[in-house]
């Protein structure tokens, strides 16, 4: 069965520092991976996703994250933060042999300061 | 259209009552998914619809009662809660494949008094 740990709870950062939030997964099978971000009193919308080819993906907003199948790592970084990029973020894992499911880690509160 | 529509957006109830929560989608999807979420939690998946029928169930309580009446249509029927079940309730769908990203729904923020 698909697993995800996202190592920190809370990430503090001050404004236009760069960022990184971490996320291992376990599966024994091919895997599929998002990020998703939750603003307060909201649903979850993504942010990026690696399905295949490139293992570099990036966002619109200046995020990227880097698929690394050797180290069961797809971590999430931006170079520069900004004060509304403040929320909830979520790694999320499915994988080929998961019946349809969509496993989110603990989540990890990137609070940016001034 | 991207969009996941939960009705309401907010519902009180009894421990007696009996209410549903609605989730709609026209993004012709196939596979549809309620998740509870507790407060500074993850969601948490309790169901999972495969055109409509009942792929996952995570050993939630019968007072949970999950129906799919069209491939864009899904309910939350519930029953006899306890106040522990307060949570903001999610509603997700993607299509029927693992190699997809899931859209979700702005969720149902329940409270049981």
């Known amino acids: 069965a698909q697993s995800v740990t996202q190592l920190d709870s809370q990430v503090p950062v001050f404004e236009e520092a760069p960022v990184e939030l971490r996320c291992n997964y376990s599966s024994s099978v091919s895997v599929y991976l998002f990020w998703y971000v939750q603003y307060p009193n909201q649903g979850l919308q993504l942010l990026l996703k690696?399905?295949?080819?490139?293992?570099l993906v990036e966002s619109i907003n200046g995020f990227e994250a880097e698929f690394n199948k050797s180290q069961t790592s797809f971590h999430l970084r931006k170079p520069s933060v900004h004060i509304s990029d403040t929320a909830e973020y979520f790694c999320a894992v499915s994988d080929s042999g998961g019946y349809n499911k969509l496993i989110f880690g603990a989540g990890t509160r990137l609070a940016v300061h001034p | 259209d991207t969009e996941v529509t939960q009705t309401p957006k907010h519902l009180v109830m009894g421990m007696t009552n009996k209410k549903s929560l609605k989730c709609e989608q026209h993004m012709g999807h196939r596979a549809m998914y309620w998740y509870k979420q507790k407060a500074k939690k993850p969601p948490e998946l309790m169901f999972v619809?495969?055109?409509?029928?009942?792929?996952i169930n995570e050993s939630v309580p019968s007072r949970f009662s999950p129906e799919c009446p069209n491939s864009s249509l899904l309910n939350l029927h519930l029953h006899a809660l306890q106040p522990e079940d307060s949570a903001l309730y999610l509603c997700?769908?993607?299509?029927?494949?693992?190699?997809?990203?899931?859209?979700f729904g702005q969720g149902t923020r329940l409270t049981v008094v």
């Open positions: 997700a769908s993607r299509q029927d494949r693992a190699a997809t990203e899931a859209f």
């Open positions: 619809y495969s055109y409509e029928k009942l792929s």
């Open positions: 690696y399905l295949s080819g490139s293992t």
